[in-house]
């Protein structure tokens, strides 16, 4: 059971260049989410998803689309990167079941830089 | 949307010390967690605990929801406790999304 991992850890891009993160969880968990982190904060949710087909946009979205084509993988694409978009992005998964423990679970995170 | 705020912001002990650490929110919450984030930047979750008590070896917890608030104490502080605690919270209605504080740096010097 490897839990939450995240594909690339690092990654260097130019701007305007384009790449995709991937988050793979084999919890058979409902809810998945990216976050992105940057100096001296604390994550803050880019996108989500609630199942298998569906994606909605968290409190950060702009320069990033989101496709969860199947229950276990979500990914995150950047179209055109910006030095902006320099962070550390993490991925989480919950169960999300009612009257259950929904804790959110962590992948180890993609440290990406744009130059 | 919910606001949370953490304090301290930073905070050094020596090894052997104790702390707590303050987490309060602006609204009512539906799940509550704390994570510590080494300085390998892994998160680690410590606590679910929406309310109530927890413990978990030298690390506690206490939420009380009806004055929107939690508190982490670490007790006999070791280096290998230094990094970022964050707490983060699920407020009502919110679809199981979590908002993060900033965090408190902890430092635990040998």
């Known amino acids: 059971n490897a839990g939450v991992t995240q594909t690339p850890k690092f990654r260097v891009l130019k701007t305007g260049q384009s790449m995709t993160l991937l988050c793979a969880q084999d919890m058979n968990h409902e809810y998945m989410y990216w976050y992105r982190q940057d100096p001296g904060m604390g994550l803050r949710l880019i996108h989500y998803?609630?199942?298998?087909?569906?994606?909605a946009k968290g409190e950060v979205p702009d320069g990033y689309n989101v496709s969860r084509l199947k229950k276990q993988n979500f990914l995150l694409g950047l179209e055109s990167a910006a030095p902006s978009q320099t962070s550390v992005y993490f991925c989480?998964?919950?169960?999300?079941?009612?009257?259950?423990?929904?804790?959110?679970?962590f992948g180890p995170g993609t440290r990406l830089t744009v130059l | 949307g919910i606001q949370v705020e953490q304090s301290p912001p930073d905070l050094i002990l020596q090894e052997g010390a104790n702390s707590t650490l303050r987490c309060n929110f602006s609204d009512s919450v539906n799940n509550l967690q704390w994570f510590h984030q080494n300085p390998w930047g892994q998160l680690i979750n410590l606590f679910y605990?929406?309310?109530g008590t927890k413990q978990n070896g030298r690390l506690s917890a206490t939420t009380v929801a009806t004055e929107r608030y939690s508190l982490l104490y670490i007790s006999s502080s070791q280096t290998t406790d230094s990094g970022v605690y964050f707490c983060a919270v699920e407020g009502w209605g919110s679809n199981y999304k979590l908002t993060f504080g900033k965090g408190t740096l902890l430092t635990v010097n040998p």
């Open positions: 998803s609630v199942g298998e087909g569906t994606t």
């Open positions: 605990i929406p309310s």
């Open positions: 989480a998964s919950t169960p999300s079941l009612r009257g259950f423990y929904n804790e959110q679970f």
